[in-house]
């Protein structure tokens, strides 16, 4: 997608400290938003023996954020054009069917809204509380990702891996979208780009030092030729855009089609006032 058609997204931890997630959604959709990315951590172990990729302290939102499907339905009702993503939601720390339910449920409520923003994470500890071996994720991931895809298509539906498998089940309703929505890999390692080739609908990475975005667009076209499928298929979505009308101008033009806007897990006071900064961006840079 050119850059004249580029959209805008917003991302922010729902917590119980920040603006209410309903009244987020109508403000965004008020502002010509096109979408709203909710992350989730389950919970943060205690430990913290897994640092975290940010470096320092984790912020205390990663541990007071509410559930994504929940908040995601609470905003579905309040708009009628946003699109609602997970951004992203840990497979590895759901089981299939239950999430294969949640997706289709919340897909039917907000009839097709649903991007699945999905990654494997990165706290081992957090992980392990829900039986995933940390050097699994990536596998666990897969298969999980498959098998949702057979719940959501097919009925009855069937999968045996080496990490899930039911015999055939009924699991209605399906999504509002075919074969479920668009699951976007929220990862930028080397493995990423034959991961989003083979079970992905996009890529989703995080716009930070030591990513070579660039190159990745090169790797994704690469992997996506070596399967047979076009680069043009897929949903290319950056996080981690600042207020740079340049910077912003420049993902553009590497071929992303939607640039996600962080917010701060604040009140309304702290957070309308970012929105309306990031809508007068993207309408000086469009």
Not at 123 to 138: D, L, P, S, T
Request: a negative charge; proline letters at 8%.
């Amino acid at each position: 997608m050119g850059a004249a058609g580029t959209l805008f997204g917003v991302t922010m931890f729902p917590t119980d400290e920040a603006m209410d997630i309903v009244q987020l959604a109508a403000a965004a959709e008020a502002r010509g938003f096109d979408a709203l990315f909710l992350p989730e951590h389950t919970h943060i172990p205690a430990s913290r023996l897994t640092p975290w990729p940010g470096g320092g302290e984790l912020p205390r939102e990663y541990y007071r954020t509410q559930d994504p499907f929940v908040a995601l339905a609470a905003a579905a009702a309040v708009t009628t054009r946003l699109k609602l993503g997970t951004g992203i939601a840990l497979v590895t720390e759901r089981d299939p069917i239950l999430m294969a339910k949640q997706v289709a449920s919340l897909d039917l409520v907000s009839n097709g809204r649903l991007l699945l923003g999905i990654g494997a994470g990165w706290n081992a500890e957090e992980m392990a509380n829900h039986g995933v071996a940390f050097e699994k994720r990536w596998s666990v991931l897969r298969e999980r990702v498959l098998a949702m895809r057979a719940i959501w298509s097919d009925d009855p539906a069937s999968f045996h891996g080496e990490h899930v498998s039911f015999d055939p089940i009924h699991a209605w309703p399906k999504p509002v979208q075919p074969g479920g929505p668009p699951v976007l890999l929220g990862a930028s390692s080397r493995y990423a780009f034959a991961r989003i080739a083979e079970y992905g609908d996009g890529w989703m990475p995080i716009a930070r030092p030591g990513v070579d975005l660039a190159d990745g667009m090169v790797r994704l076209e690469a992997a996506m030729a070596a399967v047979g499928r076009e680069m043009a298929s897929l949903d290319l979505t950056l996080f981690g855009a600042g207020p740079d009308p340049e910077r912003v101008k420049r993902y553009m033009g590497l071929g992303f089609n939607r640039i996600v806007f962080g917010l701060p897990p604040a009140p309304a006071d702290k957070v309308v006032p970012l929105l309306d900064r990031y809508a007068e961006l993207a309408a000086a840079v469009t």
